[in-house]
Structures are given as structure tokens and as C-alpha cells.
């Protein structure tokens, strides 16, 4: 079992899009395992997007990731850290692909509402950036054998 950080970015939370998006990920089948409404300090930023400080439009990332409150969470499921990449789309919501939530959500290479961890190194480091291990809800729903068979997991 895999998990991920997302963060529900400033745009989404002012548009209003938290509840929608959330959906697609709990329809999917994947658990919530840690939630919190915060505001991203440009410290927590830099180290965030330490990749990429250096990079010419890391000033304006900054100022829109720490402009508003967002909403953090860890999503647990199988091979979860690719699913919810490929559930984003591309970075640009105007290259994404239709049915993606960039794609059908988003018209900005910035302003793509939501983050989500690109590998296992990052989803660690990243989850440990946002969350304490205190913070993280281990739980097993019921309905986890209607979700997929037993010898999946
Ligand atoms: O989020 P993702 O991993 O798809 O993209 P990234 O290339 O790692 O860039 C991180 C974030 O920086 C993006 O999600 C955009 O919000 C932002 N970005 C930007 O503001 N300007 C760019 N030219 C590229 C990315
Ligand atoms: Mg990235």
C-alpha cells in the first residue's frame, strides 16, 4: 500500500473546488488519511519546491502557493502515487488531457489546483514536510472488500 501527498493548491480552495475534486479521489476508491486547512509559509515553500527555487518563475510559484490557505492531505491506495498523478494530467491545465482534473478544471500552467507527489522518495518527504506522524489516521474502511479483491492488495 502506497501514499501521497496532495494539496488542494490556493486556486482551488477560492474556487470553491475542494468538495468536487476530493470526490473524484474518494470515488476512486482511495482512502483519506490525513487532512488539515493550512497556509504555506515561504519557508515551507522553499523547501517544498526545492527543485525548483533556482528556476526563473519560482518567485511567482511562491507568491501564488502561500497567497491563500490550502488544504493538505495524504491519500493511501495501491500504486496510489502514479494513479493520482495520471488523475492531474500534465502540469499546464491547457495541455492536460480532457477528463483529468487539470484538464477539465484548469486553463493555467501555474494555477493547476492541485498538487500531488511524483515517486515514493518525494511522496516521504513530502508527507513528512506537512504532516506528524501523529497526524496520520490508520484506518481500514468497510467497504474495502468491495473495492478490489483480496489478493490485490
Ligand atoms: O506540479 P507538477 O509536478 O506537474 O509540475 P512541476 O513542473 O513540478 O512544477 C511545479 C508547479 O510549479 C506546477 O504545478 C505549477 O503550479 C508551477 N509552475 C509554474 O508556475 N510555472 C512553470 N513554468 C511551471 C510550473
Ligand atoms: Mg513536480
Redo the contacts with the bound molecule.
Sequence with gaps: MERTLILF?PDCVQRRLVGRILSRFEDKGLNVVAMKLMHITPDLAKQH?A??VQ?G?YP??EA??TGGPVVAAVLEGLEVIRVV?EM?G???GLKAAAGTIRGDFSSS????LV??S?GPEAAAREIGLYFKKEEIVEHTLTITPWLRAGDEA
Design positions: 493548491k519546491y527543485e525548483h528556476k518563475w511567482t510559484l501564488f502557493i498523478r492531474l500534465a502540469t499546464s500552467r501555474q494555477m493547476n498538487h500531488a511524483d
